[in-house]
């Protein structure tokens, strides 16, 4: 009987390129490609909307009771996948720096880990997804049969996100993200759940000097070697 199931799983920290990456790997295989970052941003995103507290146990559980999550392909032109929030659309307010803390501080919750993670479960159930995140390898999927730690250095980081957010007509101070991606690092990779880390079985990639088609066929070129015996 196989241990393993046929999931990819890509983490890593903000900014390290996952989700290109994630987007295109699942394209080549014909897999489904799961945003487990953008549920973070999802419930982040609803705790400022409805003034909730995310560090208040009793305001969380009652957000986490209602909040309906769902996540849709892009829509056509778009890179990034559409997620609804109770029925609207907020994807365009997810992918800020901000935000981004916020969800740091929103997944080192609790109650906010358990239900997502079961969801990231429930949807990867059948397999055949491409999940990406900060504990998809070791955490929401653990028996995935193959594991990428996708990583590059701050500086580079802090520079693609930079890039990301011009092109979308946003002002950016570069010396403000790099300190914001730095600081989401250390809190990611200290807090006591689900810690931003490499599964012990995860292939490492440092994408800092490798253009972005070379990490994809690194990826590929892995997981069709090494095919899933549960196929």
């Known amino acids: 009987m196989c241990d393993h199931k046929p999931i990819v799983t890509i983490d890593g920290p903000s900014g390290g390129g996952k989700s290109t990456v994630s987007r295109a790997l699942a394209a080549r295989l014909g897999f489904t490609y799961l945003d487990t970052g953008a549920m973070y941003r999802a419930v982040a995103y609803a705790c400022q909307e409805q003034g909730v507290d995310p560090l208040h146990p009793d305001q969380l559980e009652s957000l986490l009771e209602t909040i309906r999550i769902e996540l849709l392909p892009p829509a056509p032109g778009e890179d990034d996948v559409q997620v609804f929030v109770d029925g609207r659309e907020v994807g365009r307010y997810l992918r800020t720096p901000e ?41 929401v999927f653990p028996d995935a049969a193959w594991k990428f730690f996708l990583d590059a250095s701050p500086e580079v980081r802090a520079s693609r996100r930079a890039t990301q957010l011009r092109s979308k007509g946003k002002a950016v101070d570069e010396q403000q993200l790099l300190a914001q991606i730095i600081k989401r690092d250390k809190d990611d990779r200290e807090r006591t ?14 994408s800092t000097g490798r253009p972005v088609d070379e990490v994809i066929g690194l990826m590929y070129d892995r997981v069709t070697s090494r095919p899933c015996c549960c196929e």
């Open 193 to 206: 759940i689900a810690p931003l880390k490499a599964a012990p079985d995860a292939l490492c990639i440092d």
């Open 99 to 139: 935000m981004g803390m916020l969800a740091s501080t929103v997944s080192a919750q609790p109650l906010v880990r358990h239900k997502l993670t079961a969801l990231q479960q429930q949807i990867g159930a059948a397999g055949r997804i491409v999940a990406e995140g900060r504990d998809t390898g070791t955490v």
